[in-house]
């Protein structure tokens, strides 16, 4: 079965710090790739996609992620963090021959002022 | 234009009862998922339906179950339920099928299930 690794669960940095949370999947063929994030008392939304073209894909809020298919990875990253980024962020993928997305656990990021 | 609402936003119920919860869609959107979000975890794909039929399942007992209405609106029933029912379930819509190759899903903001 498919499978979706986050592999930090907590992450806490400081406002202008580097980010980068991981993401493995298992899934070998053709492969649709998401980015969620959820803030504080919202809802999910989706803060980047990947179906195809260029493995570097930017989101809103600065944030972009890379795809490498020999690594099985879809890690998201931002240069400067900021205090508005305390957020849950959720890796999801979609293996293209259905419907359904598997998600990973998430993993919640806290940025101190 | 309103996003994806569900009701209700909280629900307190005993094992062994039964629960429906409820979907309306975003403006022009034409399928449902359902997800179960239990603490800690990602979202479990429940299932989805399209044009009033379940388009596909997870890994989910028939106890829970589904319907899609004329106007999109879904519900979503559980019977019988069980203390590990407890969760936070969402429902997501996304825009008809063939606009691209996979369509973004849009998220309500759930129902919290509490079975006591």
């Known amino acids: 079965a498919q499978s979706v690794s986050q592999h930090n669960h907590h992450v806490i940095l400081s406002e202008a710090a580097s980010l980068e949370l991981g993401c493995n999947y298992s899934?070998?063929?053709?492969?649709?790739l998401f980015w969620y994030v959820q803030y504080p008392g919202q809802h999910l939304q989706l803060l980047l996609k990947?179906?195809?073209?260029d493995p570097l894909v930017k989101g809103i809020k600065g944030f972009e992620a890379e795809f490498i298919k020999s690594k099985f990875s879809f890690n998201l990253r931002k240069p400067s963090v900021q205090w508005s980024d305390t957020a849950e962020y959720f890796c999801?993928?979609?293996?293209?021959?259905?419907?359904?997305?598997?998600w990973g656990a998430g993993t919640k990021l806290i940025i101190k002022p | 234009d309103a996003g994806v609402t569900q009701s209700p936003t909280h629900l307190i119920k005993t094992r062994g009862q039964q629960v429906t919860l409820r979907c309306s869609p975003k403006s022009g959107h034409d399928t449902v998922s359902w997800y179960q979000q239990a603490l800690g975890q990602g979202p479990q794909f429940i299932f989805q339906?399209?044009?009033?039929?379940?388009?596909q399942r997870g890994n989910f007992p028939d106890r829970f179950s589904g319907h899609q209405f004329p106007n999109y609106s879904s519900e979503l029933n559980v019977n019988a339920l069980l203390l590990g029912d407890s969760a936070l379930y969402l429902c997501?819509?996304?825009?008809?099928?063939?606009?691209?190759?996979?369509?973004?899903?849009?998220f309500g903001p759930g129902t919290r299930l509490t079975v006591l």
């Open positions: 990947y179906f195809s073209g």
């Open positions: 997501a819509s996304s825009l008809p099928s063939g606009v691209s190759s996979y369509n973004e899903q849009f």
């Open positions: 339906y399209y044009e009033e039929e379940e388009r």
């Open positions: 899934y070998g063929g053709t492969v649709n």
């Open positions: 999801a993928v979609n293996d293209g021959s259905n419907y359904q997305l598997i």
